[in-house]
């Protein structure tokens, strides 16, 4: 495999940059403002879900594993994220 070129390198650095900034940087703000810190983490969670479905919908293939990881993905941040939040099951409880 050869190594990346400089406008590779540029283009990786740029959106390292962009991660950074704009995604936590948004998740910030978005908490400041009063968004709970559940729900920014859900949202967060979602976007390997939209990567998918926008490359599909834009001609890109995925792989088999694409499909399968994020549909398992999704669901087990939604349950980490409202799991400290629901009851204790009857049974726990004393």
């Given at each position: 495999m050869p190594?990346?070129?400089?406008?590779?390198?540029?283009?990786?650095?740029?959106?390292?940059?962009?991660?950074l900034s704009c995604g936590n940087g948004g998740v910030t703000l978005a908490e400041h403002a009063g968004?709970?810190?559940?729900?920014?983490?859900?949202a967060v969670a979602t976007v390997p879900l939209f990567t998918l479905v926008f490359g599909r919908f834009f001609g890109h293939r995925n792989t088999r594993l694409n499909g399968?990881?994020?549909?398992l993905a999704w669901p087990a941040s939604a349950c980490s994220t409202w799991a400290p939040?629901?009851?204790?099951a009857r049974w726990a409880r004393r």
């Open positions: 190594a990346p070129s400089w406008a590779q390198w540029k283009a990786a650095g740029a959106i390292g940059i962009l991660l968004v709970a810190s559940g729900v920014a983490a859900l399968p990881v994020s549909a939040t629901c009851r204790p």
